[in-house]
């Protein structure tokens, strides 16, 4: 850089200096008044010249008790933020003057620190702003804004780390701030928790001196979990406080727990249960848990993770209630004997409908098998949830809801192996119902601090190495999971993998009395959490069915990078194989409430419920297949004509329960384990007409009912009409211009092979098929607002739309 004219730069330093004078005097009077113990002086932070490296390594002084705090870079600039002891600032004023006296040694070499003093553009006492060496985005605009700090403090010299720590509590507390009693130690930094504003903290110049950094505090389950009784107990009183609790209302939705029971008297659980909503398969067992199992779930689904809900200063609204129905014993909290229960879910389910038959709920369970033998194929176990869920023997009037934990990896090799290992790690049963939601795990936890050793074996959005798949099922069987969702992470070092506390969830203790929070993980969590969710959705919308709050879970579900980068190919376009492959591993990702309940303005979301009569008995023909549901999509035709070439999105959900047929026959044969198969098609620029399209989809059904491949002559989609056409929710993605959607006004359902149509003698061919379709187009940010045209066109028959 060119010298700076050395008077006028010098003159300005110094006048800088006496400026900091008077306020390190007020701060160390300040200090002594409240005999604080761990070094008196004032934190100053030096600004760099633009485009300048400071020499910031030489602003420390070891000997005169000078230290260098934190260094940070902000567009062109670098500011150092230096403690200067009591009398330190002569340092620096002897600096100035050597600068200002072209000082030289007896050699005649420079001595007037020029290099450093002409980098140097300003020096002013350091404010909060200063110390923030965090991402700038993350530091609230709103100075009163409460939140978690992760507070750096120094060490400052042997034997003074608590004495540090004493003195900034003390600071903090007087500008009514509050500091966790945990601490990690490091050789030369101490790092708390703090929650407050940063107006609070800047009423305090003395606390910011004891400050070497600030950042914005990861929100881990470890914190929490390592807390003492009574603080937890603290904690748990100011997050009810600002619980929006709903009563015991019967119109109240409720997440049903088929679980190892729950301990009601936990303090945040109590207001969301009754007494007489805990229910047991077993008398003998108890209602109670002591397994420590069904109390984490119970306050997963209520509150989600407990260490986010904590750290936050936001009201937190619980719009549905808890129930549960103790379905195993102590032992055996997360594996069940698949020979029982098919039977015991029976059970299960009953309890609390005999008890309160009026309520909406969803069911959920994280009991599987040991195993994963029956690899996609139905058990007795998978096909009694499919049959609960059709409600077969109520004529599937009142079809139920469930959701369904994939099954869990814990064996340490499968997580050294990872993430090869999650190929072969696959659902276990009852996941492969086909008319539940299964919960596969994924994870954005990936904060190791305080373990240097240990890293985390997953990357932020990638799978849990927790979680299982369905990679190696026969293709014939449904695509698994359809979603994921928070399940924790594991880290290793050279001697393997383990668990860590601040890489899971945390959530409700099962013994109150002993500890308030303990951690959960894996796919038990995640379906705990989606439990959670689909509730939130049945308040949000009380008339929708069972069928629709299944579809727009996973019509609102996205992958994430990580989810992409994992398993589709990085260097070609990749086939719909492809994404088959990443949904046999991911679902289709991880679920938003946001997007399910609303549409943001680029965004529309069309749902329709109805139903079709798919088989028919006809004289002389036997059982044929009878109705196709034609519906008109209302996009604004002439707005998507204006867009032209710009990309737009349309996503199909199709969402219909099936009646169950597990008999031998139907085990081997994909055709006769469903009561009936469901399509849908979408009109193509081809179809030169509604007519047109209407043979077309009825020719496709006849094809497919003789037994011959489906020809795909719509390449736009990920998975295609042979694909995504598995279980009993089918979702697929059509990508090009807006000009070409335009063109596709309509869309179809139709009926395919079911054993109501090939097992006549049973008399099941004359009944309806209920079904839930959703349909969205989404454009890139434009002039042009859908969602309002919409509206301007005729509404298709039984429409529910789901928007702002």
């Given at each position: 850089m060119p010298a700076l004219p050395r008077q006028q730069h010098g003159a300005s330093l110094r006048g800088q200096i006496e400026h900091l004078k008077p306020i390190a005097a007020a701060a160390v009077q300040a200090q002594k008044d409240l005999q604080l113990e761990s070094g008196l002086g004032l934190q100053i932070q030096f600004t760099g010249q633009p485009d300048v490296e400071l020499a910031f390594e030489s602003l420390a002084n070891d000997t005169k008790k000078i230290e260098l705090l934190s260094v940070r870079r902000e567009g062109n600039q670098t500011y150092a933020n230096v403690f200067v002891p009591d009398g330190g600032l002569a340092h620096f004023e002897k600096y100035v003057a050597d600068y200002l006296e072209e000082k030289k040694d007896r050699r005649g070499q420079a001595r007037d620190h020029r290099k450093l003093l002409d980098a140097i553009a300003s020096i002013r006492a350091a404010e909060v702003r200063a110390l923030w060496t965090d991402d700038l985005d993350l530091l609230p605009l709103d100075v009163a804004q409460a939140f978690w700090w992760e507070v750096w403090l120094p060490v400052r010299g042997q034997g003074q780390r608590q004495t540090v720590v004493e003195d900034f509590k003390k600071l903090a507390r007087l500008a009514e701030c509050v500091v966790s009693d945990q601490q990690v130690n490091f050789p030369e930094r101490t790092v708390l928790l703090m929650y407050g504003s940063e107006q609070q903290l800047s009423r305090s110049v003395m606390a910011l001196n004891c400050v070497a950094e600030l950042r914005y505090a990861k929100e881990t389950a470890e914190f929490f979990d390592g807390m003492d009784v009574d603080e937890q107990h603290d904690w748990s009183a100011e997050l009810l406080a600002r619980a929006q609790l709903q009563p015991p209302n019967e119109a109240v939705p409720r997440v049903c727990l088929l679980d190892s029971g729950v301990t009601r008297a936990h303090p945040l659980l109590e207001p969301l249960m009754q007494a007489d909503d805990l229910h047991t398969v077993e008398p003998a067992w108890g209602v109670e848990d002591e397994a420590d199992h069904g109390t984490g779930l119970a306050g997963l689904a209520a509150y989600g993770d407990l260490a986010q809900a904590l750290a936050s200063a936001d009201p937190v609204q619980i719009p549905h209630r808890l129930e549960s129905v103790k379905l195993i014993p102590a032992e055996g909290a997360n594996e069940g004997d698949a020979r029982h229960h098919a039977y015991l879910f029976m059970e299960g389910v009953a309890r609390p409908e005999i008890a309160a038959p009026e309520r909406s709920r969803v069911f959920t369970s994280a009991v599987t098998a040991s195993d994963y033998r029956d690899r996609g194929r139905p058990s007795s176990w998978s096909a009694a949830v499919d049959g609960l869920a059709a409600n077969t023997d109520g004529a599937g009037d009142n079809p139920r809801l469930f959701v369904l934990s994939a099954g869990n990896t814990r064996e340490a090799q499968a997580w050294a192996d990872y993430p090869d290992s999650l190929s072969t790690n696959l659902v276990h049963d009852p996941g492969q119902a086909w008319n539940a939601i299964t919960v596969g795990a994924y994870t954005d936890k990936i904060d190791t601090q305080g373990h240097p050793s240990l890293k985390p074996l997953a990357h932020a959005g990638g799978l849990s190495p927790f979680t299982t798949t369905t990679r190696t099922w026969d293709r014939a069987w449904p695509l698994k999971p359809e979603v994921v969702l928070e399940g924790g992470n594991a880290a290793k070092d050279e001697l393997g993998a383990v668990g860590m506390a601040s890489l899971n969830l945390l959530t409700t203790h099962h013994q109150p009395v002993e500890r308030l929070f303990t951690t959960s993980n894996a796919t038990s969590a995640a379906s705990a959490l989606c439990a959670g969710m689909a509730a939130q959705i049945m308040a949000a919308y009380p008339q929708l069915r069972a069928e629709s709050v299944r579809a727009l879970l996973v019509h609102s579900a996205q992958w994430t990078d990580d989810m992409c980068a994992m398993f589709l190919p990085s260097d070609s376009a990749p086939t719909k194989e492809d994404y088959v492959h990443l949904v046999r591993h991911c679902g289709w990702g991880a679920p938003d409430l946001s997007r399910a309940?609303?549409?943001?303005?680029?965004?529309?979301?069309?749902?329709?419920?109805?139903?079709?009569?798919?088989?028919?008995?006809?004289?002389?023909?036997?059982?044929?297949?009878?109705?196709?549901?034609?519906?008109?999509?209302?996009?604004?035709?002439?707005?998507?004509?204006?867009?032209?070439?710009?990309?737009?999105?349309?996503?199909?959900?199709?969402?219909?329960?099936?009646?169950?047929?597990?008999?031998?026959?139907?085990?081997?044969?994909?055709?006769?384990?469903?009561?009936?198969?469901?399509?849908?098609?979408?009109?193509?620029?081809?179809?030169?007409?509604?007519?047109?399209?209407?043979?077309?989809?009825?020719?496709?059904?006849?094809?497919?009912?003789?037994?011959?491949?489906?020809?795909?002559?719509?390449?736009?989609?990920?998975?295609?009409?042979?694909?995504?056409?598995?279980?009993?929710?089918?979702?697929?993605?059509?990508?090009?211009?807006?000009?070409?959607?335009?063109?596709?006004?309509?869309?179809?359902?139709?009926?395919?092979?079911?054993?109501?149509?090939?097992?006549?003698?049973?008399?099941?061919?004359?009944?309806?098929?209920?079904?839930?379709?959703?349909?969205?187009?989404?454009?890139?940010?434009?002039?042009?607002?859908?969602?309002?045209?919409?509206?301007?066109?005729?509404?298709?028959?039984?429409?529910?739309?789901?928007?702002?």
């Open positions: 309940l609303w549409s943001a303005s680029d965004s529309l979301t069309l749902l329709v419920e109805d139903l079709v009569h798919p088989y028919a008995k006809v004289q002389g023909k036997g059982i044929v297949t009878q109705d196709m549901n034609l519906h008109a999509l209302p996009w604004p035709k002439e707005e998507l004509e204006a867009l032209q070439d710009a990309p737009v999105e349309m996503r199909v959900t199709l969402s219909y329960f099936i009646e169950p047929n597990p008999s031998a026959r139907g085990v081997v044969s994909k055709y006769h384990y469903p009561s009936h198969r469901l399509r849908f098609d979408v009109q193509r620029p081809l179809d030169a007409s509604t007519e047109q399209f209407i043979a077309r989809v009825n020719a496709a059904a006849q094809r497919e009912d003789e037994g011959d491949a489906v020809n795909p002559s719509d390449p736009n989609w990920l998975l295609g009409e042979r694909q995504r056409h598995r279980g009993s929710l089918h979702q697929d993605v059509w990508r090009g211009t807006a000009a070409e959607l335009a063109s596709r006004g309509f869309i179809a359902v139709y009926p395919s092979a079911g054993w109501w149509r090939t097992r006549p003698a049973l008399e099941r061919y004359g009944l309806p098929a209920r079904y839930s379709l959703l349909v969205s187009i989404q454009t890139q940010q434009t002039n042009v607002d859908l969602y309002a045209a919409v509206f301007q066109k005729i509404p298709v028959p039984n429409p529910v739309i789901v928007g702002p």
